[in-house]
């Protein structure tokens, strides 16, 4: 009796080996092929002097001696460290305040979440079309109301600021959502056990909600942190790196040694850059949220 | 008990919330009421703010002399085909890590952790030259194949499988059911919500990338939407009206299924977040 259930149980899981990989081969071929490999050849391309077509020969670390002295890509990572300034805290906060707004409402609740929201779903491109239309220097109706006729994404100054701004407008809709399931695991009982000590609404907001809101507030750094370091399609959309390449940020310099320099193999060394300050920062992430899951 | 002490603060709290609010998405508002204008009052003095009588001039133009419509049956195609392959995929995958052991399952495991965290504009380059060399640029599969892989769909999925109680398959195996029987019988229908948001995230982000659309294709039958609005609005210079009337069109589908599936979309951010 015991010896046929083991018997059975052995050859259902050799049988069940066979299953096995049939539900994960699918998934694990499309992710061989176009993750993979990919990674494993960008770093290899990152030490050839290839072209687009990938055609070059292996030239050792050059790309890489090249790419410390390269005042172009330095200058594309100050872009984007600026960029980050911009976005990072900022996004966040207002993300926070968006949500304390919206969490205390009752009946238009939704309806102002979805507001907050709603240019989260856009595509990017009409995300810019609607800032270049409104920010238009002579028809724009922003230059309207504010009667200054300026051209903020042609402006040296103004490009950078001009390109977080929008990313804000885009994109604080997600960190609103995060907050806003954060400030509803934080438990009544303890603002009610607070103001009956007496604690006012100022205080219960600096000792209940701040402190607690915490472990969500450096998630969504992080997750911000990553996402601002791949800063791409406004940009391209925007300035186009300009003017004078002051919003070269890496991914658009990496964009255009591949594309418009046909140098594969130095934008490979640029990509590799990329990753490697990225993967510090997910580690970072995984982290944050193994901390909060253990709790 | 806020509102019972200070009912005027309160009050004006609200009014302020729905201000911001307002101003959060006049943007989309006016972009709206621009592509019903006429173009000659696109640019009036002072800007008319309700485009009445709606004027449907630019929404005729565009699609009568652009290739919109093809961007869209593109974008379209696309879409569908990466949403529904993740989501089938990502389903098996994430079934198989959850109840099935076999040889290999944590090492799939850890690359699947490893692969979320490499940003795929970094992987751009090598892609482009694999589809370059399988002759695969400007074709339904160029654009297809790379956004299939996503970690992050199946890492969700896993996460959800796992709180299924064990006895449900233990007793569905007694039953004689197969583990394909299983994962499409009981652990989809139990975790349908996820899948739903899931599929709606997928089908938002493919509809709305740009990087890859923008690499992979050039020719002007292929361009997906997000990509080919803004070739046509080089084209058309100054013209409000038309470049908002594609706008308009461009992210209907998107802002249409955030407003149908709500909930859904709030589920699936928060779930590719990291929090559920």
Sequence with gaps: MLQNQRNASRSRDRKGWRVAWFFVVPFLFFYCSFLVYPAIQVAYLSLTNSDIAGQGRFVGISNYVELAHDGDFWASVWHTIYFILLTVVPNTLVGFFFALLVVRLKRLRLAVLSAFFLPYVLPVSVVTTTALWLLDANFGIISYVFGAQTAYFADPTWAMPGVAVVTIWWTVGFNMLLFIAGLHNIPVDLYEAASLDGANAVKRFFFITCPLIWPVTSLVLVLQLILQFKIFDQVYLLTLGGPYNSTMVVLLYMYREAFQQNRGGYAATVAIALVLVIVVVSALQFRLLNVRRTK | ?276
């Design chain 2, 1 to 276: 008990m806020k509102t019972r002490r200070f009912p005027i603060l309160s009050t004006v709290c609200t009014m302020l919330t729905l201000i911001m609010a307002l101003l959060w998405i006049f943007p989309i508002y006016w972009i709206a009421a621009t592509a019903f204008k006429a173009e000659t009052d696109t640019i009036a003095l002072p800007p008319k703010l309700l485009p009445w009588p709606p004027n449907f001039d630019a929404f005729i133009y565009v699609i009568q002399n652009s290739p919109i419509f093809r961007w869209y049956v593109n974008t379209i195609v696309v879409s569908v085909s990466v949403t529904f392959c993740t989501i089938l995929f990502s389903l098996m995958c994430a079934y198989a890590l959850s109840r099935l052991e076999f040889a290999g399952k944590h090492v799939i495991y850890a690359a699947l952790l490893v692969g979320f965290m490499l940003p795929f504009g970094a992987l751009a380059i090598p892609l482009f030259m694999q589809m370059n060399k399988l002759n695969l640029v400007n074709s339904y599969l160029g654009l297809i194949l790379p956004q299939i892989a996503t970690p992050l769909t199946v890492i969700v999925f896993k996460q959800f499988f796992d709180e299924v109680p064990r006895d449900f398959r233990d007793a569905a195996l007694i039953d004689g059911a197969s583990d394909a029987r299983i994962l499409f019988g009981i652990f989809l229908p139990m975790n349908w919500s996820i899948t739903w948001a899931m599929s709606i995230v997928t089908f938002i982000g493919t509809w709305n990338n740009f990087l890859w659309p923008l690499i992979i294709t050039n020719s002007t039958t292929m361009l997906t939407i997000p990509v080919g609005m803004t070739q046509i609005q080089s084209a058309y210079g100054i013209a409000f009206a038309k470049t908002s009337a594609i706008a308009v069109l461009a992210s209907i589908p998107t802002v249409a299924a955030y407003l149908i599936f709500q909930k859904r979309v709030t589920q699936g951010v928060m779930a590719a977040a990291g929090l559920k």
